[in-house]
């Protein structure tokens, strides 16, 4: 009994000397299997091209209500990816933008479906009149949480 | 199994209660008097500089700290939970304040955080052009238990503890209540219609602030304060037996003065403690020409205490001294002339002594008991 009590006190010591709070995880490994281009000067013309899975994974963390921020880490088949995102997660899809010199800028957009693991990946331009995205990766990814 | 779902849906709600009850009693949960006791990003700093540096330069945490936290007068968050949005407000030394205010998150009982994305810009400052620009992601983490707060950046697909600050908190884990932070400290009579001159940092944050003269304790009523100066003016429904008297002369290096407060507050005991010393500098920390240097000890309840001449005229005003675990007697006090300039702005003319001549010790000591105060949150 006297034991139990002193690992138990033991326990809660421990506990509360090294507690410090973990945002709540969502870790993807994807890979990247089409790589989209679309024309500058033709909005409605994009060039589509299958890739040889190109593997990256990524950190989501879960930090308030619906709210997240995620790293992607690139790897040497897809090179340097851009991050950190910010954006809203639901029971079924992340949507989150990389945004790197303003806030008004319409950034990078990484969208995940939850259910299906399928996700794109949309760069856009701030010209004016080019709404759509101009780079777009799409895969697939697997969930862990 | 109908009742089994039931009672499984019931525990839930209880348990979600009691996780949740314990923020929705705070109205306002306030940090102040925030403290770096952790700079990361001031050693990865120094980390990468000794990469380039010929001799390395060892960092030493508790320098950095102690450096770290005097470039600030003060770091203030609170915590609205019924509108969700946070203040945090900072005032750096001889700069002007900043107030950020944005929504946060209740992460569960014990924690609050809130993002901040930040454009910053860097310029020339030779032709005033942008030379880069970028946006910053800043994640804090409020802890209510330890009351510190975590700031954690982002940068690439890294994330980075920057610093770590722990403050005072009016936050109750055990009620879920908030408080007035009790802070106590000392002030003085500036005439005799009752207005009284302490530290800001002293009435900060409370609710209703007290003195207690002659035993008897009344309620003092804030009339205005000045954070950059620290000062705070209040006043009570009484006629003092005496008040101090500004001085008219400036304040010299190696002036004999005498300081009287309240040192750990009445706790050490309810008497008046009077102390002499001297003036060892017309500057103040970090040159600040509002203050000037003493070697007067200066505690913890000191503050807002007059330090006076030899004549009972008020030369400054008691408000900090540096840490006792690396200094001996250097210690501030605000001039009288800083605070002149505060009480005219408060359309109050303080009294210039005209005494001509030194006064006894005994009447040095009747000056302060009958103008001196101790004064308190209630």
Partial sequence: ?145 | MRYKNIIFKLFASVIFFLITSNLSYAEVIKFSNCKFINDESGKRFNKLLNKSRDQKVIYNEKEALQKKNSKYDYIEISFDTQTKIFTFDTKRKNKNKKILKDNFEILDERNISFLHLKEWEIMDPTTNKIYEKGLSYHLYLIDLYDSTITQFTYGGDQKYLVYIQECQSNYSPETGETNDIASSGTAFFINNRGNLLTNNHVVEGCKLSKISYFNKEHDAQLISTDKTLDLALLKVDLKPRAFISFSNDGPKKRQQIIIAGYPLGQGLSDDLKINDGRISSLKGFENNSNEITVDVAINPGNSGGPIINQKGQLVAIAVAGMSKDVTEGINFGIKASAAENFLKSNNINPSVGIQKFSMDDDKLVKLLEESTVYTFCN
């Fill in chain 1, 1 to 145: 009994m006297k034991k139990v009590i002193l690992i138990l006190a033991m326990g809660l010591f421990w506990y509360n000397l090294a507690y410090s709070y973990d945002f709540p995880k969502i870790l993807i490994s994807c890979a990247s299997t089409n790589f989209n281009t679309r024309y500058l000067n033709n909005k409605d013309k994009v060039d589509y091209s299958e890739l040889k899975p190109s593997h990256f994974t990524g950190i989501i963390e879960i930090i308030g209500d619906g709210k997240i921020i995620g790293r992607l880490t690139g790897s040497s088949e897809t090179g340097n990816l851009k991050s950190p995102y910010f954006g809203t997660i639901n029971d079924t899809k992340i949507i989150m933008t990389h945004k790197k010199k303003s806030l008004d800028e319409k950034g990078t957009i990484f969208e995940l479906n939850l259910i299906s693991g399928m996700f794109e990946h949309n760069s856009y331009l701030d010209i004016e009149g080019m709404d759509d995205w101009y780079l777009q990766r799409t895969g697939v990814c697997d969930i862990k949480t």
